[in-house]
């Protein structure tokens, strides 16, 4: 199983983002939650947004109304639209999937993970 975290990069406040986690050699792709964690330095990793089986998904409250999360379950892939980035965005990005795909996803304990793509947001 690899999932592959891509679209991070350098970014300007205010600017815009989309990242993408392709994910190769999941059975039943539609089964899986998805989630991006993010990880600053110095700070813990925390879980950014999710997405269930249902189409069911939760973001952390400094990112609502910015980040959109979504999946194409065709393409084995799942984005994160990151708009209006702000300096505190900054951070490596993880994205991870589990077969634990209809249950409340921000608390799921995701099996598999990506590398990561460094997002900075900097003037």
């Known amino acids: 199983v690899q999932l592959q975290a891509s679209g991070g990069g350098f970014v300007q406040p205010g600017g815009s983002l989309r990242l993408s986690c392709v994910a190769d050699?999941?059975?039943?792709?539609?089964?899986?939650?998805i989630a991006w964690y993010r990880q600053a330095p110095g700070k813990e990793r925390e879980v950014v947004s999710c997405?269930?089986?249902?189409?069911?998904?939760h973001y952390i409250d400094s990112v609502k109304g910015r980040f959109t999360i979504s999946r194409v379950n065709a393409r084995n892939t799942v984005y994160l639209q990151m708009n209006s980035l702000k300096t505190d965005d900054t951070a490596v990005y993880y994205c991870?999937?589990?077969?634990?795909?209809?249950?409340?996803?921000?608390?799921?304990?995701?099996?598999?993970w990506g590398q990561g793509t460094q997002v900075t947001v900097s003037s």
């Open positions: 991870a999937a589990d077969r634990a795909g209809g249950s409340y996803c921000p608390f799921i304990p995701y099996e598999h």
């Open positions: 997405i269930n089986n249902a189409d069911a998904t």
């Open positions: 050699g999941l059975q039943h792709y539609d089964y899986y939650a």
